[in-house]
């Protein structure tokens, strides 16, 4: 059973940012919460991860709301080549990491 | 260059002909996994490895095998492919961060045709 619920699919302007939600809402007090991304066919990119606490590296942003029960991952400036499924993964236990079927994100000129 | 390397990247074969899909790393990591990714299905975990001679099953571990001898090579096998393994195999490794994986790094993929 997925532990994640995104959007299928959603739009964004290139340059504007791009906010993609995800709930988590049966996650537990020591579980991750994951992002990564692929492109076309490619393996599957790591972009960022958080327990509690916002992060921010140089892809992206991760808003954890303050229950844990949803986050939102934030591309300040989405270009062309962001155009990518993105998949949000609460990592269940050891070992195992489940990918759902993730946001199909069209960055659009 | 730090990277994980999967071979064959396609293979087309026949139903039952036994088959080794190789994954290998050079980050000296200790966990490895194997996915399948299908249309509207997305990415679901195969077989995971903690650490040499430890493997645990996925969501989908049905008609597979793996092993861990060594802690670079993770192969996936299929000792009797069946046409519903179509599909397309993704490697990862990843290092453990108090004991959990921490973020994994993909190899390219491999696409799989079982007529």
């Known amino acids: 059973d997925a532990k994640t619920t995104q959007p299928p699919s959603m739009d964004c302007a290139e340059g504007r940012a791009a906010n993609l939600p995800c709930n988590h809402s049966?996650?537990?007090?020591?579980?991750?919460v994951y992002w990564y991304r692929q492109i076309h066919s490619q393996g599957p990119q790591y972009i960022i991860h958080?327990?509690?606490n916002n992060e921010t590296n140089e892809m992206a942003s991760l808003i954890i709301t303050e229950d844990r029960k949803s986050s939102t991952l934030i591309l300040p400036h989405a270009t062309l080549r962001d155009t990518a499924v993105y998949y949000c993964?609460?990592?269940?236990?050891?070992?195992?990491?489940?990918f759902g079927a993730g946001t199909r994100l069209t960055v659009k000129p | 260059e730090a990277q994980v390397t999967q071979n064959p990247r396609y293979l087309i074969t026949v139903t039952g002909k036994k088959l080794t899909v190789t994954c290998s790393q050079n980050?000296?990591?200790?966990?490895m996994s194997w996915y399948r990714q299908d249309p509207g299905l997305g990415l679901r975990q195969i077989y995971y490895s903690m650490n040499v001679e430890v493997t645990d099953k996925g969501d989908v571990p049905e008609g597979y095998k793996v092993s861990r001898k060594e802690k670079r090579n993770f192969p996936l096998i299929l000792e009797s492919p069946s046409p519903n393994q179509t599909s397309l195999y993704f490697c990862a490794s990843s290092p453990l961060l108090a004991g959990e994986p921490e973020t994994q790094y993909f190899g390219p993929g491999t696409r799989l045709l079982v007529l």
């Open positions: 980050m000296n990591h200790e966990y």
């Open positions: 993964i609460v990592r269940l236990g050891s070992g195992d990491m489940r």
């Open positions: 049966t996650i537990s007090g020591n579980e991750y």
């Open positions: 958080g327990l509690k």
